[in-house]
Structure formats: C-alpha cells, structure tokens
C-alpha cells in the first residue's frame, strides 16, 4: 500500500531543499501542498510511499525525479489577460509612450506557467498594431520559466476547452487561435512568433537575457523569503532599460524591499517605473 504521509522531519528538510533550488518557501503549514503536488509521482516513479519520494529527491540520485518534482512544486495556475488592467495598461499608457523611442521593444515575461500571460501580451500587441498601424515598432516578447515541462506546453501553444474559458473572449479565441487534433485549440502563428520562451530560474542571473522595457513579474515574489524578494527586485531592476516598467501581482509590494522604482498609479492597479 502506497503511504502518502509526510513526517516532520522530511517534510523540513525538503522545504530547505525546495528553498534552495528555486527560492519557494513553503513554511510550517503547506504540507498539504506537498502531498497534493507529489503524490501522483510516487507511483509513476515505483516509490512505496511520499517519504521515500522525499529522499530520493533530496539525495539527487535520480535526476528526472528531482525535475519532476521542482516541475510539480513550481507550476501554479494561470489564466488569460489575468486582472485585466495590466494589460490595459500595456496597451493604452505603455506601447504608445515607448512607441515614440522608434527603436524595438523588448517584454519579459518572468515565470510564465504555461503561457496564458505571454500570449496575452501578444494578442494584446497585435491588437494594438491593428489600432495603430505604423506607430508601434517591432516587438519581442521573452517568457521564462523554470518548468522545462511548462516551457514544452507553452511552446506548443495547445489549450483545452477549460482552459480557454478561462478569461479569454470569444472574439480573441476566433482571432488568434486555430482548431487542433487534439479537440483544443492552439495559438496562431502570428502570437506564436512574438514569443520566445527560455529556461529561467529567478534565484539565477538574468544577464545574458539582455535588457527590456517592460517586466511583468506576477504572483511570484509572495513565494520567496524576504531576502530572495530583495535579490530578484534588484536584478529585475538592473534588467530594465532607463525609464522601463515593471508589473507585480495585486497583493505584491515594493515596500521595504526595493528603492529603485517609483510607483506610477493607474486606476486601477500600480505599475512601478524604473528611477
């Protein structure tokens, strides 16, 4: 019989580890997260039970469990054009301004899942080029993620019914997606060929990714310790062009962790503007 408790002892330990790879904090109380994530990989990996599971990730033996796992922990749900003002602001205060330095813009996408907001950036885009003929330069969208799993799934642009519904119109579903055998649907060439998506992990070093105008880095900072909050803000900032913009989640802050942006109000919602 497969056992899928988690003694305290393992459970720490794999929250160092957890911690470590890419800066998650899990805390006292996410046990349950953890045997909801892993415990389909104890039986697809032959494992007895979620303990035994545990240890083999942290002794680093088997190197496609341990992805696996980081896999399992790290992906978190999404969901098209998700709060809607960061998109809005995108296209009517963002693209029109930095369209006026006639050179090309370059978006991050940091810690994209499986792809709802890089694409959402690039339907957004299209549309505004369809508004503004002319006006807007060329584009490039660069989303990463640590998932080579959500790398592989956002490459291939395929959705499910369920995930179609969820925040995406359908006037856009008809405008940038194509009917695919797997009973889905699959983003368009034309979305397709804004986005380049890369291995990233936020813990690392950004700087062969070069430098953008614009980050959205959203709903990832309230997982990290404060002082990995602290480390990711100052490398996003030093990967912003002068005057570049960086977006976070609507329950994310800067306060006491980051003094190189200034905070620009929207309404709705705060975007934060390189000093």
Not at 218 to 244: C, D, H, M
Request: charged share 20%; aromatic share 10%.
């Amino acid at each position: 019989m497969t056992t899928l408790t988690v003694n305290y002892q393992d459970y720490y330990d794999f929250c160092h580890f957890l911690e470590a790879q890419c800066g998650i904090v899990l805390g006292d109380s996410k046990q349950y997260l953890v045997r909801s994530r892993l415990s389909p990989l104890v039986k697809r990996f032959g494992l007895l039970s979620l303990s035994d599971l545990l240890q083999d990730t942290l002794k680093g033996r088997n190197r496609e469990l341990r992805v696996a796992v980081i896999d399992a922990m790290t992906t978190n749900e999404t969901l098209w054009f998700r709060d809607s003002y960061p998109f809005t602001v995108l296209a009517d205060k963002i693209l029109p301004e930095l369209a006026a330095n006639r050179r090309p813009l370059k978006i991050w996408s940091a810690a994209s899942s499986s792809g709802q907001e890089s694409y959402s950036m690039a339907m957004t885009i299209l549309e505004q080029q369809l508004k503004r003929p002319g006006l807007l330069p060329s584009i490039q969208i660069t989303a990463t993620d640590i998932s080579q799993t959500m790398l592989d799934m956002c490459r291939n642009g395929v959705y499910d019914n369920l995930a179609l519904s969820r925040g995406l119109s359908v006037e856009r579903r008809r405008m940038f997606f194509e009917a695919h055998i797997s009973g889905g649907m699959q983003v368009n060439q034309r979305v397709k060929q804004l986005v380049n998506f890369r291995t990233q992990n936020l813990k690392d070093s950004y700087v062969l990714l070069g430098k953008f105008d614009v980050i959205f880095c959203r709903n990832v900072l309230i997982y990290f310790s404060p002082e990995t909050k602290v480390k990711v803000l100052n490398q996003l900032a030093a990967s912003l062009n002068p005057g570049g913009y960086l977006f976070l989640g609507a329950s994310e802050s800067l306060t006491g962790l980051c003094d190189r942006f200034e905070m620009v109000r929207c309404n709705p919602g705060i975007i934060y503007k390189l000093k």
